[in-house]
């Protein structure tokens, strides 16, 4: 696709309701990442996906936080029993996976607990 | 544990005039990234900065990098209104994964007429 594609572009849970985000990276890009923001945090790492390597889940938050990438292309961030703190944007990007490449952004999930 | 350091956070300008937004960072890396963002936007990639002494320049935007100093500026040239926006740099935390850049907290600049 022309750029980085997410949905939902919003999406608002009841606190203890799971949760999938998606995401749809530019065609070719072999890697994939997600990150998140909130006013209070700012831009948090969350996981990192390059080719068939195994992820680097090093920002997942807690055993809450998962996700997969089917094919190499498309992934889904799920978020299991949400909680208030969970809300924010949910932000993927994806590069070429050529080392020190620019991430191209795509336009988030806004994810509200209540 | 890396840490990255904008200031300041809050930035108001007036048009024409110049300001320079700064990046420190705490543990060595030699690469640091720019990136806008509109409100209710993404980020875009402003530049990529990859060695020391790096020097980049588009438009009223020049962004420099000294990696013994660990720190980063981002000049601003004779504002305009469209430059309105979140500015943020980003350290590839060196040694780790690519994928793992560590953000600063923004610099929100308003560029008033």
């Known amino acids: 696709g022309a750029g980085v594609s997410q949905s939902p572009s919003n999406k608002v849970t009841e606190k203890g309701k799971d949760v999938e985000l998606r995401c749809d990276p530019i065609s070719g890009h072999t890697a994939l990442y997600w990150y998140r923001q909130s006013l209070g945090q700012g831009l948090e790492f969350l996981i990192y996906f390059q080719g068939n390597s195994a992820p680097d889940k090093s920002g997942l938050p807690s055993d809450r936080f998962s996700a997969e990438r089917t094919g190499g292309s498309v992934s889904t961030l799920t978020i299991q029993r949400t909680q208030q703190e969970d809300s924010a944007v949910y932000l993927c990007a994806s590069s070429t996976g050529v080392t020190n490449e620019k991430l191209f952004f795509g336009s988030g999930t806004q994810l509200s607990v209540l | 544990e890396l840490k990255v350091e904008q200031n300041p956070l809050f930035l108001s300008m007036q048009e024409g005039k110049n300001y320079t937004i700064y990046c420190n960072y705490s543990t060595t890396s030699d690469r640091l990234y720019w990136y806008r963002q509109d409100p209710g936007k993404s980020l875009e990639s402003l530049f990529v900065?990859?060695?020391?002494?790096a020097v980049k320049q588009e438009g009223r935007l020049m962004a420099s990098l000294d990696t013994k100093a660990r720190l980063s500026t981002l000049h601003i040239t004779a504002a305009v209104h469209d430059l309105s926006a979140t500015y943020f740099c980003a350290v590839d935390y060196y040694g780790g994964s690519q994928g793992n850049l560590i953000f600063g907290k923004g610099t929100k600049l308003s560029v008033k007429p």
């Open positions: 900065l990859l060695s020391n002494g």
